[in-house]
């Protein structure tokens, strides 16, 4: 088992920026990705950005590409969403997320409430 801690969300003026966490409770010695996903009201939920653990490569929805940026301290199990740039549209629970390949585990951190507003 494993247990993602989540922490960063809030309310922002739009053009601000947040960063968002995600800890995840123990190192993993295979093939994984972590990131983040996001839920709008009345919205399905759809993938922001994810890295791979053994590549490093990233992936981005298109429409924060150039805004947000994924990162990992593998050090601290933890993995970042910076977020710039801001947007009522990016206002969601933001959710982070855990893949490991060789098991096909998939975990969920708890949600983090993300408003941009006036």
């Known amino acids: 088992q494993v247990q993602l801690v989540e922490s960063g969300g809030g309310l922002v003026q739009p053009g601000g920026s947040l960063r968002l966490s995600c800890a995840k409770s123990?190192?993993?010695?295979?093939?994984?990705?972590m990131g983040w996903y996001r839920q709008a009201p009345g919205k399905e939920r759809e993938l922001v950005a994810r890295?791979?653990?053994?590549?490093?490569?990233?992936n981005y929805l298109d429409s924060v590409k150039g805004r947000f940026t994924i990162s990992r301290d593998n050090a601290n199990y933890t993995v970042y969403l910076q977020m710039n740039s801001l947007k009522p549209e990016d206002t969601a629970v933001y959710y982070c997320?855990?893949?490991?390949?060789?098991?096909?585990?998939?975990?969920w951190g708890q949600g983090t409430q993300v408003t941009v507003s006036s």
């Open positions: 890295i791979d653990s053994a590549s490093g490569s990233t």
């Open positions: 997320n855990l893949y490991i390949f060789t098991t096909r585990e998939d975990y």
């Open positions: 123990r190192n993993i010695f295979s093939r994984y990705t």
